[in-house]
């Protein structure tokens, strides 16, 4: 398959990365945080209502906090990495579809009116933004490791409020030497797919 | 910003990607689609569950019946475009745990047990597919126009079954000159992003 990207770039991005668990000592910068949210940003979401909202855990003390509302097999590598992000999908993102989808600015009240469409509609939408990032991490030479294994009540109680539904965590870094596990198999093509 | 990948590859993926309503003629293979699912299928999920499936719809047929079940303002362009897929999210991927996640194979049994966990799980994680799928199609030098204005159920039960939630239409050829609308505003990453 000829691709227009180089397969280095292709191989950072998906072929050779990997969700990692030990990270080298390395700092992540909130300015490089910015970097990846910059570029990432940029892909499409439904009406572009862009509902990915960020959480940095910058301080040890707010570490201290996260680490409590993870699993225990979740703890003690991110008590390690560099750095850890919240990312939470905001139900209240219709706030901003007049300025994010000029095009259509009545789309607020015609299709988010009701606030089970909007948590829904978030979360997916979201959900593409958070793996946008997981590119974007990975594009500026670092490896993610994205974490479900967490108790959303209290992440949501602890660092975010009604309207933030949490997503996951992502611990981020540069991958230590045998930072990550095998990689699991995939599903192939034809098990997926379906031609009519 | 210092990125790893270099800048046509990031111009391609993000900068200068655009949502595409008109495309070339040149047509788009299954190959071509299996390119894309074995780069991006690497991406990662939760549980590594890879619940995305893809519905191609290559006949003339099919296309006439996908039609019908898209608001009207999507329906030409899909008429025009040289290949559309429905990409949807297998609610019983968990039937396939024990495969893709061997670390831990009682994750079927101790997670997802129950058919609405499963449905939040699957919609969630296809769509972080369905953003990896959207960065396959530009990295293979398409473009990619994604559509959630649809009838979910119509799709559904023309296309699918009852464990296949719809999650988007998404066209694919060669962008066509001027076959996109200037980009939308982006949120700035000081109203997405916090640091505690």
Redo the contacts between chains.
């Keep these: 398959?000829?691709?227009?990207?180089?397969s280095p770039?292709?191989d950072?991005?998906?072929?050779e990365?990997h969700?990692t668990h030990t990270f080298t000592d390395e700092p992540v910068t909130?300015?490089?945080?910015?970097?990846i949210?910059?570029?990432?940003?940029?892909?499409?979401t439904?009406?572009?209502q862009?509902p990915?909202?960020?959480?940095?855990?910058?301080?040890a003390e707010?570490r201290e906090r996260l680490l409590t509302h993870l699993v225990e097999g979740n703890q003690a590598k991110t008590a390690a990495a560099p750095l850890s992000v919240i990312l939470s999908a905001d139900a209240e993102f219709h706030a901003?579809l007049p300025?994010?989808?000029?095009?259509f600015p009545d789309a607020k009240d015609a299709f988010f009116a009701e606030r089970p469409v909007r948590e829904?509609s978030a979360?997916?939408?979201a959900?593409?933004?958070?793996?946008?990032f997981?590119?974007g991490i990975?594009?500026?030479?670092l490896a993610?490791g994205?974490m479900?294994g967490m108790d959303p009540d209290g992440i949501q109680k602890e660092?975010l409020d009604a309207d933030h539904l949490p997503?996951?965590v992502v611990n981020i870094g540069k991958a230590a030497e045998g930072g990550h596990?095998p990689?699991?198999?995939?599903?192939d093509?034809a098990e997926?797919?379906?031609?009519?």
């Design positions: 398959m000829e691709f227009a990207v180089n770039a292709l950072l991005l998906f072929r990365a969700t909130d300015r490089q945080i910015q970097g949210y910059d570029l990432v940003k940029l892909g499409p439904a009406f572009n862009s990915l909202r960020i959480t940095i855990v910058r301080t707010a901003e300025r994010l989808f000029p095009a829904q979360l997916v939408n959900a593409m933004q958070a793996a946008y997981i590119v990975r594009a500026l030479g993610a994205p479900n660092f997503l996951m596990y990689r699991g198999p995939r599903l093509f997926v797919a379906t031609t009519v």
